[in-house]
Each structure stands twice: as structure tokens, then as C-alpha cells.
């Protein structure tokens, strides 16, 4: 009987694992011209970080973690999420006695229980950045002008950047004590979900996509009137940085995130294409986590991506398209196999893509199959050029009666300027 993989748990196959390289090779040249460094984190970490960080009454430690028992009765989980591992390692390596900022990304799968749809799996993969060391607003605006810069690489247009500020310690505790009390008014019209919610997670109030919820929320209490001072000139001040440096955004007061460490700025990218998973990713500010971790008390801001979710809307747009052979080898008989395993072996030191094909296939079957590879040129070795210690070579975009004769001991870089050539200028080397 054959086993199948685990529900919500894919293969990234050939075709799709390319366009995965091309966006990490992407993300890669942004966070450069940013100046942030990688940092490669575990995937299990003890079941207690998130418990502290993400919340206790959030869905994802709710329900969503995997968890398990190690062997000597710690309590350990596979990550949900990247940020909170981050911190940990932060504080852990104590990263702030060496530089005052940290700026960091990652890449890595991520493990939540949800129901699986598409869009949605239990495990799947995040791009990470993370701005430890600064309060100010311009590093708000400065981590969304990496992610803009970042969809606009990928080639990524169907997306739209929503922010909100959801406040700080000295006034979220209101707006959350209104949003009580709305919950509490409107019981008998939400989802038993958001009843349950009400008092618990209020924030989740305003993100409920139950058509009752949605049909109300507008009677909510919105943060905007709740904003202390400071948080107001902060968020004003990241529009304005953003606004000047062109950036669209869009302002959505029901953006609440879904994670208790969230203060101040936070925001989502939303592509239309997507479906019901939306969110191509998130982020925000979360000032106090550093120190609830343990660490001093410096600010924080960073961002996640779905890679999976990248995938689908390059794969829409038609971006990075599979890589194709510039050489297939066609080797006619197990004479002609060693010259052309040494050909492609010399070819492939001098950089160029090469397939070989098997030799006891028949021309036919190996133009057919050089053809499917998409190969640029499919070099020959038959008994002819084998007595004669060259090679044929068919230009694959040409028509199929067009082609070359070079000498078999050929250099990639003299075949390559060979194949530059107008074709009637014969390329014959005699040895
Ligand atoms: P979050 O950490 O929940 O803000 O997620 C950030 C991004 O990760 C989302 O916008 C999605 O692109 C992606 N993501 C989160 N959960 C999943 C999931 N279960 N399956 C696929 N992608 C996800």
C-alpha cells in the first residue's frame, strides 16, 4: 500500500520549488540593499515562548499548535510563527550589547493546525524581517518600504498594503474595554465564535468574517478615536514618510492581526487574486515583547510573507518560469557514452545548464525528449563523429536541419562563441 503524505503537509514538486528559488533569491537581493542579515532559527522550540508572546486566548495557542512532550517531559511545540523565535534568540545570544539595531530576515516553514483549503496548509513557509532596536516611525516606515519594494521585485501588482495603528499600553486598554462592552450589546447578532470571543480576544471581533459579524461591525467603536497622543503622531508620521516616498497604502480599522504582541502600526497585504486567503502577509510593531521575553526593553517591528501564497499569485502572473537546458547530450551507443558524459562533465565546470540523455535510446526518443527539457541546442555523438572526434549540434529554435559540426574536445566557451557565429562559416577543427 502506498503512504501518503500528512493532511495539510505538501511537496513543493519541480516547476513549483522553482518559483519558490526565484522569490528567495529575490527576497535575498532586497534585504541586501536593506542591509539585513539572515538568521536561521529551529523549528522546535519550547511550547512556552508562544504561550507568551503570540497569547494565550489567540487561536493559534489555542488550538493550532503542534505540540508534543520531549522525552524528559518538556513541553515543546513545532513554530507557528517566526517573530517570537527571533526575540527569543535575541535575547538568548544577547544580539543588543553588540549593535544597538538589529535587522534581521529569515526563511522557514511554519506549523499551525488550520482546516486546510487552498492557500491555507498546516505547514507552510514564511519570508521573515524583523527590526529590533528602533521605536521611531521612520523604522515603521522603512520595514513597508522594504515589503513594497520587495512585492514589486517579485513582479507582484495585484497587492494592496492595508495599515492601522491598534495602540499602545497606555490607550488600547480602552478601545479593548468599548469593544467589551459593544460585544457584550450586540451578543444576540454575533457567531458564537465572537460571543465566546467577546470578553476573551475582543480584537478578533472586527476580523470575523461571519456574514452577521461583518453586517454589524461598522456600529463598532474604532480605534482611530481611541488613539493617545503619541500614538497618533507616530502613525501620522509613518503615513507621511510612506506618502512621501510614494507608496499607496490603505487605512483599515478592522485590521487587528491576530497575535496579542501587536502595538502601534500594523499592517497586511491583501491580493485580490487570492480568494478567501487574502493575506499575502503581515506585520506590525510589538514594543514590549523584546522585554516580556526577557530581554531589555527595546521596540520591535517586522513582517511575514506566505511564501506558498507568493507562489500562487506569481504563478497567475506567470513569473519564473521553469530554468532549461542550454546542452542536451545525445550519446548514440555505449561507445559514445564516456565522451559525452566528459563533454557535459567539461561544459558543466564552464557554468552552462546540461542534460545527458541515456544512450541506448534511439535518436528519435532522445530529440523528443531533448525537445520536452526544452534544451536550447542537443549536441550529437554518433559512430560518425565519434570516428571522426566531433560532435553535431542542432539548434533546437532553429529549424531541425540546421546544424553545426564542432570538434569534440570543445571548450563551453569556444562552442558558445562557435554557436554566435552566422551558421554557414563551418566551425571544423581537425585534431
Ligand atoms: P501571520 O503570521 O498569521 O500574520 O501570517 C503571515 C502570512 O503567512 C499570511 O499572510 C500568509 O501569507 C501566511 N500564512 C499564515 N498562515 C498560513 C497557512 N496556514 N497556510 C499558508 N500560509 C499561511
Not at 528559488?21 to 515562548?49: C, D, G, K, S
Not at 536541419?401 to 562563441?417: F, G, I, K, W, Y
Request: proline share 4%; with cysteine; charged share 30%.
Amino acid at each position: 500500500m502506498k503512504i501518503q503524505s500528512v493532511k495539510g503537509f505538501h511537496d513543493v514538486l519541480p516547476g513549483e520549488s522553482t518559483r519558490w528559488t526565484t522569490l528567495e533569491q529575490r527576497a535575498r537581493a532586497v534585504f541586501a540593499q536593506y542591509n539585513f542579515q539572515e538568521i536561521r532559527l529551529p523549528i522546535v522550540e519550547r511550547a512556552e515562548l508562544f504561550q507568551r508572546s503570540i497569547g494565550e486566548t489567540t487561536d493559534i495557542v489555542e488550538k493550532e499548535m503542534y505540540g508534543f512532550t520531549d522525552r524528559d517531559g518538556t513541553a515543546l511545540t513545532l513554530r507557528p510563527e517566526g517573530t517570537a523565535s527571533v526575540v527569543r534568540a535575541y535575547v538568548e545570544h544577547a544580539m543588543h550589547v553588540q549593535e544597538p539595531v538589529s535587522k534581521l530576515f529569515y526563511f522557514g516553514p511554519m506549523f499551525r493546525r488550520e482546516r486546510p483549503q487552498k492557500g491555507r496548509l498546516r505547514q507552510f513557509s514564511q519570508i521573515g524581517a524583523e527590526v529590533i532596536g528602533r521605536v521611531d516611525a521612520a523604522a515603521d516606515a522603512e520595514v513597508i518600504l522594504l515589503l513594497h519594494d520587495l512585492l514589486a521585485d517579485l513582479g507582484i501588482r495585484d497587492a494592496a498594503i492595508h495599515l492601522n495603528s491598534l495602540g499602545d499600553r497606555a490607550c488600547r486598554p480602552q478601545y479593548r474595554d468599548a469593544l467589551i462592552d459593544w460585544g457584550a450589546a450586540h451578543a444576540d447578532q454575533l457567531c458564537d465564535d465572537c460571543r465566546r470571543r467577546g470578553t476573551r480576544n475582543p480584537f478578533r471581533l472586527l476580523d470575523c468574517k461571519q456574514p452577521g459579524c461583518l453586517a454589524i461591525r461598522h456600529t463598532a467603536p474604532k480605534i482611530s478615536d481611541f488613539l493617545c497622543d503619541d500614538c497618533r503622531v507616530h502613525f501620522a508620521r509613518v503615513l507621511e514618510l510612506l506618502a512621501a516616498e510614494g507608496v499607496a497604502t490603505q487605512r483599515d480599522e478592522y485590521m487587528v492581526r491576530g497575535l496579542d504582541y501587536y502595538v502601534r502600526t500594523a499592517f497586511e497585504v491583501v491580493a485580490s487574486g487570492l480568494g478567501a486567503q487574502n493575506a499575502l502577509g503581515g506585520g506590525g510593531r510589538y514594543d514590549g515583547l523584546v522585554r516580556a521575553l526577557g530581554g531589555p526593553d527595546v521596540a520591535g517591528i517586522g513582517f511575514a510573507l506566505g511564501i506558498e501564497r507568493l507562489a500562487i499569485v506569481l504563478e497567475a502572473e506567470g513569473a519564473a518560469p521553469v530554468p532549461r537546458p542550454e546542452f542536451v547530450v545525445a550519446p548514440l551507443g555505449a561507445a559514445a557514452e564516456r565522451e559525452a558524459l566528459a563533454l557535459a562533465h567539461r561544459l558543466r565546470r564552464g557554468g552552462a545548464r546540461v542534460d545527458v540523455e541515456a544512450h541506448a535510446r534511439s535518436l528519435k526518443s532522445q530529440m523528443r525528449h531533448a525537445d520536452k527539457l526544452g534544451a536550447r541546442y542537443v549536441i550529437i555523438i554518433g559512430d560518425d563523429e565519434l570516428a571522426g572526434r566531433t560532435i553535431t549540434v542542432r539548434d533546437m529554435a532553429a529549424k531541425l536541419d540546421r546544424q553545426r559540426v564542432a570538434h569534440l574536445d570543445t571548450t563551453l566557451s569556444e562552442l558558445r562563441a562557435a554557436l554566435a557565429e552566422p551558421l554557414d562559416s563551418r566551425l571544423e577543427r581537425h585534431a
